[in-house]
């Protein structure tokens, strides 16, 4: 299974697969209807990329993303929530990599990782 | 935009007569095309009944006289029914060679412009009652024609010999008499069906354009009629649904608090949603020793997301004014369950609320749980403001949220502004997409932190709206000074 790819105008991630796993970097804006649709779709195939590869934990880099607006982070609560209800032999830990000198991640990702405290660690 | 509305708008109820009259356009270029052809055939068989006249004349005038001039005008005379002839048998063929046909036409004197009308006439109504009579004539006069060719060479030859041959010549120029005898009526009758052709072509086309126009403009009219009626039933529909929506941002409005003093508390705040009916909320309620302070914020805008905001203050309506007494947490945690029940198990959304909670108690301290934006405190003894985190989590995407909310306090000292707003002011973002961000809205705050708090709202609005003046989210900000009772004079 090939690794998925983003690419809008306003949002791309790059994904990379290395000895620790999957490692996903987000960067630009993600603030559109278009970037919202198109993430929605890119984070089910990266669901299934994970699960095909049996991956123990996915990065998760947003320290490039200067914006998201709440109905694109739906997105991610949507995948968080999806991986914490599964059987945890299927699971895998997500590792959100934050830059802490952006507001929206600082007021944002810590809500996020109480979703699934098990599963989510904010580095 | 307005006026290509209003032409998409007209266009889309009157279309089927503007195709109607399209239609009917096409059908009366088409019969003008015909009509014009038909005319172009008269024209050549003009041509071709002088042609044939003259080369009689001329072919009998080299028989008595041998003139070789005479003779020539009788091969030019005979070119014109020739050319027809060509451009008759060229598109008769099973194969027709069109460009065979074109200089036949050409030959037979028809004006260019007419030629490819003239063969489409040919090719399309060639074998109907329209044209085959006409043809059929033709065919039998273009025998005549290839006949009087071959006397006028055998003609040349018994001039030329010498001596003349003047049996031979007397031979063909009885000949000569019996072709003109017999093809003179051929010559009426040909002429006289064309005419006729033209005639019922003409017929014809009228009964096509009145077929057409009785069919095609009640069709349109009919269809117009239909998309007029169902465009008026949308329009009604759509003034009922704007009714329905202008009610619900009124009863969003209704339900927000009409703030102002409180004990020890002087609160002012303003919403401003970017749809009709907003996706932000925010309430103040009196509690025993102090007051509930809430605001929040369901992701997105719009119909939806302000029914969820209406369920938040409803929840906290309730769970307040039922245990007046409990904290933010707990009340935080009744909240989401309520809003878990309606919005994830009922309505199937995966809506999620940021939302905090505030317990204010009239010695300055401040309870507060849930997860939302940075609370603002102004110091008035620094003249600074501070920022808290809230470390919480949204409402909505589960049941129990009791071991991620945690309470957490802090204290105003008499002066202190507490200050909350929703995203939409620190995100509220210029034409470089530059946000307004934290640290205006701070210096905002710190600019005219002692003036009323409803001056500062207004301060706040005005900054954010000069910053953005393109609102894409709801903004709403809610500022509160803690302004306890002045301490009663000592009694000496």
Same mark, same amino acid.
């Given at each position: 299974?090939?690794?998925?790819?983003?690419?809008?105008?306003?949002?791309?991630?790059?994904?990379?697969?290395?000895?620790? !796993? *999957?490692?996903?970097?987000?960067?630009?804006?993600?603030?559109?209807? @278009?970037?919202?649709?198109? *993430? =929605?779709?890119?984070?089910?195939?990266?669901?299934?990329?994970?699960? @095909? =590869?049996? @991956?123990?934990?996915?990065?998760?880099?947003?320290?490039?993303?200067?914006?998201?607006?709440?109905?694109?982070?739906?997105?991610?609560?949507?995948?968080?929530?999806?991986?914490?209800?599964?059987?945890?032999?299927?699971?895998?830990?997500?590792?959100?990599?934050?830059?802490? !000198?952006? =507001?929206?991640? =600082? @007021?944002?990702?810590?809500?996020?990782?109480?979703?699934?405290?098990?599963?989510?660690?904010?580095? | 935009?307005? &006026?290509?509305?209003?032409?998409?708008?007209?266009?889309?109820?009157?279309?089927?007569? +503007?195709?109607?009259? #399209?239609?009917?356009?096409?059908?009366?270029?088409?019969?003008?095309?015909?009509?014009?052809?038909?005319?172009?055939?008269?024209?050549?068989?003009?041509?071709?009944?002088?042609?044939?006249?003259?080369?009689? &004349?001329?072919?009998?005038?080299?028989?008595?006289?041998?003139?070789?001039?005479?003779?020539?005008? &009788?091969?030019?005379?005979?070119?014109?029914?020739?050319?027809?002839?060509?451009?008759?048998?060229?598109?008769?063929?099973?194969?027709?060679?069109?460009?065979?046909?074109?200089?036949?036409?050409?030959?037979?004197?028809?004006?260019?412009?007419?030629?490819?009308?003239?063969?489409?006439?040919?090719?399309?109504?060639?074998?109907?009652?329209?044209?085959?009579?006409?043809?059929?004539?033709?065919?039998?006069?273009?025998?005549? %024609?290839?006949?009087?060719?071959?006397?006028?060479?055998?003609?040349?030859?018994?001039?030329?010999?010498?001596?003349?041959?003047?049996?031979?010549?007397?031979?063909?120029?009885?000949?000569?008499?019996? %072709?003109?005898?017999?093809?003179?009526?051929?010559?009426?009758?040909?002429?006289?069906?064309?005419?006729?052709?033209?005639?019922?072509?003409?017929?014809?086309?009228? +009964?096509?354009?009145?077929?057409?126009?009785?069919?095609?403009?009640?069709?349109?009219?009919?269809?117009?009629?239909?998309?007029?009626?169902?465009?008026?039933?949308?329009?009604?529909?759509?003034?009922?649904?704007?009714?329905?929506?202008?009610?619900?941002?009124?009863?969003?409005?209704?339900?927000?608090?009409?703030?102002?003093?409180?004990?020890?508390?002087?609160?002012?705040?303003?919403?401003?949603?970017?749809?009709?009916?907003?996706?932000?909320?925010?309430?103040?309620?009196?509690?025993?020793?102090?007051?509930?302070?809430?605001?929040?914020?369901?992701?997105?805008?719009?119909?939806?997301?302000?029914?969820?905001?209406?369920?938040?203050?409803?929840?906290?309506?309730? +769970?307040?004014?039922?245990?007046?007494?409990?904290?933010?947490?707990?009340?935080?945690?009744?909240?989401?369950?309520?809003?878990?029940?309606?919005?994830?198990? $009922?309505?199937?959304?995966?809506?999620?609320? /940021?939302?905090?909670? #505030?317990?204010?108690?009239?010695?300055?301290?401040?309870?507060?749980?849930?997860?939302?934006?940075?609370?603002?405190?102004?110091?008035?003894?620094?003249?600074?403001?501070?920022?808290?985190?809230?470390?919480? /989590?949204?409402?909505?995407? $589960?049941?129990?949220?009791?071991?991620?909310?945690?309470?957490?306090?802090?204290?105003?000292?008499?002066?202190? #502004?507490?200050?909350?707003?929703?995203?939409?002011?620190?995100?509220?973002?210029?034409?470089?997409?530059?946000?307004?961000?934290?640290?205006?809205?701070?210096?905002?705050?710190?600019?005219?932190?002692?003036?009323?708090?409803?001056?500062?709202?207004?301060?706040?609005?005005?900054?954010?709206?000069?910053?953005?003046?393109?609102?894409?989210?709801?903004?709403?900000?809610? +500022?509160?000074?803690?302004?306890?009772?002045?301490?009663?004079?000592?009694?000496?």
């Amino acid at each position: 299974m090939s690794l998925p790819s983003l690419t809008t105008p306003e949002l791309k991630c790059t994904v990379t697969e290395g000895p620790e !796993g *999957l490692t996903f970097i987000f960067d630009g804006r993600a603030e559109s209807v @278009a970037a919202r649709e198109a *993430l =929605r779709s890119f984070l089910a195939s990266a669901d299934q990329t994970a699960r @095909a =590869r049996k @991956a123990a934990q996915v990065k998760v880099d947003f320290g490039p993303l200067i914006f998201i607006n709440s109905s694109c982070f739906k997105e991610f609560v949507l995948w968080l929530t999806t991986v914490s209800q599964r059987p945890v032999a299927e699971q895998y830990r997500l590792i959100f990599m934050a830059n802490p !000198g952006v =507001r929206w991640q =600082r @007021a944002s990702l810590h809500s996020l990782a109480t979703f699934a405290t098990n599963l989510v660690e904010i580095a | 935009m307005r &006026f290509i509305g209003n032409v998409r708008h007209l266009l889309g109820i009157t279309w089927p007569l +503007v195709a109607a009259v #399209l239609c009917l356009m096409l059908v009366a270029s088409i019969s003008a095309d015909i009509m014009s052809a038909v005319r172009a055939y008269l024209t050549g068989e003009s041509h071709w009944s002088k042609g044939q006249k003259d080369a009689i &004349f001329h072919l009998t005038e080299y028989a008595r006289r041998g003139d070789p001039r005479s003779y020539a005008a &009788f091969e030019k005379a005979l070119s014109a029914p020739l050319g027809d002839r060509l451009a008759r048998l060229a598109l008769s063929s099973p194969h027709p060679d069109l460009a065979e046909a074109r200089r036949g036409f050409a030959q037979g004197l028809v004006k260019e412009d007419d030629i490819d009308g003239v063969i489409a006439l040919f090719r399309w109504f060639g074998d109907s009652y329209l044209m085959a009579p006409s043809i059929s004539l033709w065919t039998r006069g273009d025998a005549y %024609i290839a006949e009087l060719q071959e006397v006028g060479i055998g003609l040349r030859a018994a001039r030329s010999s010498t001596p003349v041959d003047a049996a031979e010549v007397e031979r063909l120029v009885a000949r000569i008499e019996t %072709i003109n005898t017999e093809l003179t009526p051929l010559t009426v009758d040909f002429s006289e069906e064309l005419a006729r052709a033209a005639k019922r072509t003409q017929s014809l086309l009228l +009964v096509v354009m009145l077929i057409a126009t009785l069919i095609l403009v009640p069709a349109g009219l009919w269809l117009a009629g239909r998309f007029m009626v169902r465009s008026q039933r949308l329009a009604i529909e759509n003034d009922g649904l704007k009714r329905e929506v202008d009610i619900a941002a009124k009863i969003q409005s209704a339900i927000l608090p009409n703030v102002g003093r409180l004990p020890h508390l002087d609160v002012a705040a303003r919403m401003v949603p970017a749809a009709t009916v907003g996706g932000d909320c925010y309430d103040v309620q009196p509690a025993p020793d102090g007051c509930w302070i809430a605001i929040g914020d369901v992701a997105g805008h719009g119909l939806s997301t302000g029914l969820v905001t209406m369920m938040t203050q409803s929840a906290l309506a309730t +769970v307040t004014h039922s245990s007046p007494q409990s904290g933010p947490a707990a009340a935080v945690c009744a909240i989401n369950a309520v809003l878990y029940d309606n919005v994830r198990l $009922r309505m199937k959304s995966d809506d999620h609320v /940021t939302f905090v909670l #505030l317990r204010t108690f009239n010695d300055g301290r401040v309870l507060y749980a849930g997860a939302h934006e940075e609370l603002v405190v102004w110091r008035q003894s620094t003249g600074r403001c501070e920022t808290v985190l809230t470390r919480g /989590t949204w409402l909505g995407p $589960r049941a129990d949220i009791t071991a991620t909310t945690p309470e957490a306090q802090l204290t105003l000292a008499p002066g202190d #502004l507490l200050v909350l707003y929703t995203d939409g002011v620190v995100e509220a973002s210029n034409a470089h997409k530059v946000e307004f961000g934290l640290e205006r809205l701070c210096a905002v705050i710190e600019a005219h932190a002692r003036e009323p708090v409803s001056d500062i709202v207004a301060s706040v609005f005005e900054r954010v709206n000069a910053w953005a003046p393109q609102q894409h989210d709801d903004v709403t900000a809610l +500022v509160m000074r803690y302004q306890p009772p002045a301490a009663p004079a000592a009694v000496a």
